[in-house]
């Protein structure tokens, strides 16, 4: 069965301070990895994604994320958060049946 | 290009009564899935459609079920409502059934069962 967990539930971070939110997934096979972006009062919208080859992906807005096969984990970064990137932010694997698990989300607040 | 559009966006219901939910998908794309959302918790897959068929179900009882019509549209009936039903209900439309398509979601409809 797939499943996606993330670790933090809740992050506060300052203006500039680096990001790194947590995922790992499980699932027998081949997927792909994505994280989706919610910002207050608009809808789930994609971030990044990763199919294949080159394992860090950049997404919009500076984001990139890391896809370590070994340890099962696509970890999402930013070197400098800005007030701006306080939203929820979602991983999700889609497995090879088109069905997507999506983890609990992190919000993430970011102080001026 | 039109984003997917979901109604209504609240509703109130009853336990026991059925509601059904609308979505239109994004100009050009022919999946659609729909998703639960409880308050705290992430989007959990119901079903997918593509070319009208459903094409994957995830962990819901059969009185979950769904329509897609030959413009891509799709309805999400739940019967016999009950409070642990309460939640946000997304859609999402993407190009093509597979893994690599991304998805595109909607505002979502707010269903609280008294």
């Known amino acids: 069965a797939q499943s996606v967990s993330q670790h933090n539930h809740h992050v506060i971070l300052s203006e500039a301070a680096s990001l790194e939110l947590g995922c790992n997934y499980s699932y027998g096979g081949t997927v792909n990895l994505f994280w989706y972006v919610q910002y207050p009062g608009q809808h789930l919208q994609l971030l990044l994604k990763?199919?294949?080859?080159?394992?860090l992906v950049k997404g919009i807005k500076g984001f990139e994320a890391e896809f370590i096969k070994s340890k099962f984990s696509f970890n999402l970064r930013k070197p400098s958060v800005q007030w701006s990137d306080t939203a929820e932010y979602f991983c999700?694997?889609?497995?090879?049946?088109?069905?997507?698990?999506f983890g609990d989300g992190t919000t993430l607040t970011v102080k001026p | 290009e039109t984003g997917v559009t979901q109604s209504p966006t609240h509703l109130i219901k009853t336990r026991g009564q059925q509601v059904t939910l609308r979505c239109s998908s994004q100009s050009g794309h022919n999946t659609v899935s729909w998703y639960q959302q409880a308050l705290g918790q992430g989007p959990q897959f119901i079903f997918q459609?593509?070319?009208?068929?459903?094409?994957g179900r995830g962990n819901f009882p059969p009185r979950f079920s769904g329509l897609q019509f030959p413009n891509y549209s799709s309805e999400l009936n739940v019967n016999a409502l009950e409070l642990d039903d309460s939640a946000l209900y997304l859609c999402a439309s993407s190009l093509g059934q597979g893994k690599n398509s991304p998805l595109h979601f909607g505002n979502g409809t707010r269903l609280t069962v008294t």
């Open positions: 990763y199919f294949s080859g080159d394992p």
């Open positions: 459609y593509y070319r009208e068929e459903e094409n």
């Open positions: 999700a694997v889609i497995g090879n049946a088109g069905k997507s698990t």
